[in-house]
């Protein structure tokens, strides 16, 4: 149990601490770029160490608190935060928001005014944009040059997504073969505008929410401190050794892992009415 004291053990953090200044001011120059490369192969696009703070921190927690039943259940749901957190991920990387189609909307715009020509000019606009627009549009490039079929590269959009955006950018360009180029690109800056309105009253939304959200973070990390400090004190988590105290614990780490997650659903539920 000396292993355990707290002395020890703000000492192996303040040791690692300085370890991770160190090893970033001195060796990051040199081992960032091969690290860069690994991350590019093996670690999903958009996942990052933050991700893991839950779970060093619930392991943390069970390794000070050693009590058996406490312990694994610390573990358990360390894991399931951090299963939580990249399946989140994944959702919001599949969801194409509308800076992003405003941001494609102004580079077709731009080469459809020099050279009108609509799958040529979305073919150029699309290596501007980003994931996972720029795999919807490209799609329906390929469609289109493969079967030399409008309709059927339209359809394919459409059966893809039922973005409400995309749908009209859609029909402008099918609207396109019978107008003129000046009518296309007034289509185009009218559907870009009520863009501009949606992504400002969007992150008007957002910062809104944030204020919740930064709340909700003040109350967990709280909750945290307390638990570390019951974790850390001896006298403290001896009082968890019986089955009983044990049980309480766990059930006020259920409480307080619950609310967040119905927070944070109803936050996500707020957020999509505007997406």
Same mark, same amino acid.
């Given at each position: /149990?000396?292993?355990?004291?707290? &002395?020890?053990?703000?000492?192996?953090?303040?040791?690692?601490?300085?370890?991770? /200044?160190?090893?970033?001011?001195?060796?990051?120059?040199? #081992?960032?770029?091969?690290?860069?490369?690994?991350?590019?192969?093996?670690?999903?696009?958009?996942?990052?160490?933050?991700?893991?703070?839950?779970?060093?921190?619930?392991? #943390?927690?069970?390794?000070?608190?050693?009590?058996?039943?406490?312990? /694994?259940?610390?573990?358990?749901?360390?894991?399931?935060?951090?299963?939580?957190?990249?399946?989140?991920?994944?959702?919001?990387?599949?969801? &194409?928001?509308?800076?992003?189609?405003?941001?494609?909307?102004?580079?077709?715009?731009?080469?459809?005014?020099?050279?009108?020509?609509?799958?040529?000019?979305?073919?150029?606009?699309?290596?501007?944009?980003?994931?996972?627009?720029?795999?919807?549009?490209?799609?329906?490039?390929?469609?289109?040059?493969?079967?030399?079929?409008?309709?059927?590269?339209?359809?394919?959009?459409? !059966?893809?997504?039922? !973005?409400?955006?995309? !749908?009209?950018?859609?029909?402008?360009?099918?609207?396109?073969?019978?107008?003129?180029?000046?009518?296309?690109?007034?289509?185009?800056?009218?559907?870009?505008?009520?863009?501009?309105?949606?992504?400002?009253?969007?992150?008007?939304?957002?910062?809104? #929410?944030?204020?919740?959200?930064?709340?909700?973070?003040?109350?967990?990390?709280?909750?945290?401190?307390?638990?570390?400090?019951?974790?850390?004190?001896?006298? #403290?988590?001896?009082?968890?050794?019986?089955?009983?105290?044990?049980?309480?614990?766990?059930?006020?780490?259920?409480?307080?892992?619950?609310?967040?997650?119905?927070?944070?659903?109803?936050?996500?539920?707020?957020?999509?009415?505007?997406?």
């Amino acid at each position: /149990m000396a292993a355990l004291d707290p &002395i020890n053990v703000l000492l192996v953090l303040a040791l690692a601490a300085i370890f991770f /200044m160190f090893a970033q001011d001195t060796l990051g120059p040199t #081992l960032l770029p091969t690290l860069q490369r690994y991350r590019a192969r093996y670690i999903p696009r958009g996942v990052t160490w933050r991700m893991f703070i839950p779970l060093g921190l619930f392991v #943390l927690l069970a390794v000070l608190m050693h009590v058996p039943l406490v312990s /694994m259940y610390l573990v358990a749901a360390g894991l399931l935060i951090t299963v939580h957190q990249l399946q989140r991920l994944k959702r919001e990387q599949r969801i &194409i928001q509308p800076g992003q189609i405003l941001q494609f909307l102004l580079a077709f715009r731009g080469e459809y005014f020099l050279q009108p020509a609509p799958f040529a000019s979305l073919s150029r606009a699309m290596s501007k944009t980003d994931e996972p627009l720029k795999s919807l549009l490209n799609v329906m490039v390929q469609t289109y040059f493969l079967t030399s079929s409008p309709e059927r590269a339209f359809a394919e959009l459409r !059966n893809r997504t039922d !973005n409400a955006y995309l !749908n009209q950018f859609a029909y402008i360009l099918e609207m396109s073969e019978s107008a003129s180029a000046d009518s296309v690109v007034k289509a185009v800056d009218n559907l870009v505008e009520r863009l501009r309105t949606h992504d400002e009253l969007r992150r008007e939304i957002k910062a809104n #929410l944030s204020s919740i959200t930064s709340q909700t973070s003040i109350l967990q990390a709280v909750a945290i401190g307390v638990l570390l400090i019951v974790a850390i004190v001896p006298s #403290l988590h001896r009082a968890y050794i019986s089955i009983g105290a044990q049980i309480f614990y766990i059930t006020f780490m259920t409480i307080m892992l619950a609310s967040s997650y119905y927070i944070e659903r109803e936050i996500d539920k707020l957020a999509e009415r505007v997406t």
